[in-house]
């Protein structure tokens, strides 16, 4: 059956920013799927939630609570992974982001920070990774771009760098890294998360986004989550060094920040 292709029955994942929005919904979809799955995120209660509907699916969680934003951080959550479940086979690096803000205000200090946060701490989880997911015999490494990376729109230089780097990090590690670990991107657009609260609760700006989308609609979480599965899987097993764009056809940012020109 080709729906057999998308189990992971037996497998061990790592997801990054799992309590709430993607994150969360990634780890119950691989958790649906068969695996054991990592939690982390800053907010014990969230993970604890997320780890509840995963043992209703009848798998186990296993809970860290972290402050992700440095690298060290992440890098620990490998050995968590082999001490709790003995193995790894999955890495999703979801965590990430950075506040819109204007090229002017844009200290050297921002950017680098961006990246550190979308690019750094998504290398120290990969690279601590590697042992463990050469020992199980191969995996799947899986990182959250945005459509930020690959066009352009005022407010969103650092963040958009950040994630355009990420982009090209995750070609250049499937490179190092073929052919017993696969590394590959989603680039989500606009899903309803919380990052995207102010426009989901507000009626006027929804309806502005969705008419600039292709699609007509913002993405649910559950988008994303469906397409890691599918990277992370044994579906995805001749895929490799890709960027997967889930974002509802965008070509251009759906609702724009209104910064004027500069005088």
Same mark, same amino acid.
């Given at each position: ?9 037996? %497998? ?37 939630? @997320? =780890? ?7 798998? %186990?969680?296993? @809970? ?10 992440? $890098?620990?959550?490998?050995? &968590? ?12 690096? /979801? ?5 819109? !803000? ?8 921002? *950017? ?14 990969? !690279? &601590?990774?590697?042992?463990? *997911?050469?020992?199980? $015999? ?16 005022? $407010?969103?230089? =650092?963040?958009?760098?950040? %994630?355009?780097?990420?982009? #090209? ?14 590394? /590959?991107?989603? &680039?989500? $657009? ?48 001749? @895929?490799?060094? %890709?960027?997967? #764009?889930?974002?509802?056809?965008? #070509?251009?940012?759906? *609702? ?5 020109? *500069?005088?």
């Amino acid at each position: 059956m080709i729906l057999d292709r998308f189990r992971l029955t037996g %497998k061990v994942a790592v997801v990054t920013g799992s309590g709430r929005g993607i994150g969360a919904a990634t780890a119950l979809a691989l958790a649906e799927a068969g695996a054991d799955v990592v939690l982390s995120a800053r907010t014990r209660e969230q993970l604890d939630e @997320v =780890a509840a509907r995963i043992a209703d699916a009848g798998r %186990k969680a296993h @809970v860290v609570p972290a402050d992700l934003t440095g690298p060290a951080a992440a $890098g620990m959550l490998a050995d &968590a992974a082999v001490e709790t479940f003995g193995r790894l086979d999955v890495v999703v690096n /979801n965590v990430g982001g950075t506040f819109p !803000r204007p090229l002017a205000d844009t200290s050297t200090e921002f *950017l680098e920070e961006a990246f550190r946060f979308n690019v750094g701490t998504a290398h120290a989880l990969t !690279r &601590a990774a590697v042992p463990a *997911l050469l020992e199980a $015999g191969g995996g799947a490494i899986v990182n959250v771009s945005s459509v930020m990376g690959r066009v352009s729109g005022r $407010g969103f230089l =650092a963040y958009g760098t950040a %994630k355009g780097a990420l982009a #090209q990090y995750t070609r250049l590690a499937a490179a190092d890294l073929a052919p017993k670990i696969r590394v /590959n991107a989603v &680039a989500v $657009g606009s899903v309803a998360t919380s990052a995207l609260q102010v426009v989901v609760d507000n009626p006027a700006l929804r309806e502005r986004m969705e008419a600039a989308t292709p699609l007509r609609r913002i993405g649910d979480p559950e988008d994303i989550a469906a397409a890691i599965l599918y990277l992370t899987s044994p579906a995805g097993s001749y @895929v490799t060094g %890709k960027v997967l #764009q889930v974002d509802g056809g965008q #070509q251009a940012p759906n *609702l724009e920040l209104g910064l004027p020109d *500069l005088t």
